[in-house]
């Protein structure tokens, strides 16, 4: 899109000093494509620079198209979680660094479901994908390369099963939320309830009881920690 009054032209020396390391030799892909990046090499004061239909903003009423080994590609995936009516959250980072970031869908449902998520616009490079979900140990899928066509993780991954029950979110499964989650002020408790702790609502069902217990302590995720693939 075009900015409405914004300003089209950097004061030069100022700005590209601003931004010396954008010199177009070594910038990638995601970073350009990055929210504020033509912000803040072009300046704005108006709606933010935005790429859109594989356009880049142009300065003289015309946009300018993309060059071809930047055009961005969908990339999409499911995982399956507990407790489906909390999102995910899914990111793309690369160098550690937040890319980009969706959330799953939810579902006004309990118990072991899937959810899917879409990363409408991304640029080609290389990435690692982080899903966190509260209650959930971290899920990590490391080199994914976005490169010319649009990815389906699903396709080469499958399903991504998250392990459930890291209720104080110290990255592992263990005797700690156990504690938690057994304690009398949580357990047979509502989440409604004065002073409970939500999350030992694993499955999402609004009560923390047996069938909570059942998910912490089963073989699949009690005493399991992060998972890491690629
Ligand atoms: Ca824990
Ligand atoms: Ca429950």
């Given at each position: ?142 080199h994914i390369t976005v490169g010319t066509e649009n990815i389906d993780l699903t396709a080469s991954l499958g399903v991504m099963t998250l392990l459930c029950g890291d209720i104080n979110g110290d990255g592992m499964i263990n005797d700690s939320d156990l504690a938690i989650l057994w304690s009398a002020a949580n357990y047979n408790k509502s989440v409604n309830d004065a002073g409970v702790n939500p999350l030992c ?30």
């Amino acid at each position: 899109m075009i900015p409405n009054g914004g300003t089209p032209f950097p004061t030069p020396a100022e700005t590209y000093n601003a931004h010396d390391n954008l010199n177009g030799a070594d910038i990638t892909a995601a970073e350009i494509l990055a929210d504020g990046t033509l912000d803040g090499l072009f300046g704005n004061d108006g709606d933010p620079w935005t790429v859109e239909d594989g356009k880049l903003p142009g300065l003289f009423g015309e946009t300018v198209d993309m060059p071809e080994h930047l055009l961005p590609h969908t990339l999409t995936g499911t995982i399956r979680a507990y407790a489906p009516n909390t999102p995910a959250t899914i990111q793309l980072l690369q160098n550690g660094k937040s890319i980009y970031t969706a959330t799953t869908e939810t579902h006004p449902a309990y118990g072991q479901q899937n959810q899917s998520f879409t990363f409408p616009a991304v640029a080609p490079g290389d990435y690692t994908l982080l899903i966190t979900k509260t209650a959930h140990t971290s899920f990590t899928v490391q080199h994914i390369t976005v490169g010319t066509e649009n990815i389906d993780l699903t396709a080469s991954l499958g399903v991504m099963t998250l392990l459930c029950g890291d209720i104080n979110g110290d990255g592992m499964i263990n005797d700690s939320d156990l504690a938690i989650l057994w304690s009398a002020a949580n357990y047979n408790k509502s989440v409604n309830d004065a002073g409970v702790n939500p999350l030992c609502d694993l499955n999402g069902d609004g009560m923390i009881n047996d069938s909570d217990l059942a998910i912490l302590w089963s073989a699949a995720n009690y005493n399991k920690g992060a998972v890491v693939i690629g």
